[in-house]
């Protein structure tokens, strides 16, 4: 899905259709989109935080801690929304805080 950054979508638009990715469980594909918009709007905290959670549902969990510790770094505040420790993070994390 990289063609969709040389043909000039719109970071948002990246972003939330992998947003989208994520919540139907097409999660190579939204892990694509999402690293994306990360990468173009590194201080959108959304983003990153449903790029923690595609990596934590495909089993990485150490990708999904660094980026959760880059949502808590930019939004010091979501400690309160941060997954226990003894699992890794989830798309549901992500749900739930980011409705």
Same mark, same amino acid.
């Given at each position: 899905m990289t063609s969709c950054a040389a043909v000039g979508y719109p970071t948002s638009a990246l #972003?939330? %259709?992998g947003v989208a990715y994520c919540? /139907? #469980?097409? @999660?190579?594909e *939204? %892990? !694509?989109l999402l690293r994306e918009a990360a990468v173009r709007s590194p201080? +959108? *905290?959304m983003f990153q935080y449903w790029l923690a959670a595609a990596?934590?549902? @495909?089993?990485d969990a150490e990708a999904a801690q660094t980026q959760a510790r880059a949502v808590l770094a /930019?939004?010091? @505040? $979501?400690r $309160? /929304? !941060?997954p226990p420790a003894t699992r890794s993070f989830q798309v549901s994390d992500? +749900? +739930? $805080?980011f409705p």
């Open positions: #972003g939330w %259709l919540t /139907l #469980g097409r @999660l190579t *939204a %892990l !694509a201080k +959108r *905290a990596h934590g549902q @495909l089993g /930019l939004q010091p @505040l $979501s $309160s /929304l !941060a992500a +749900r +739930r $805080s």
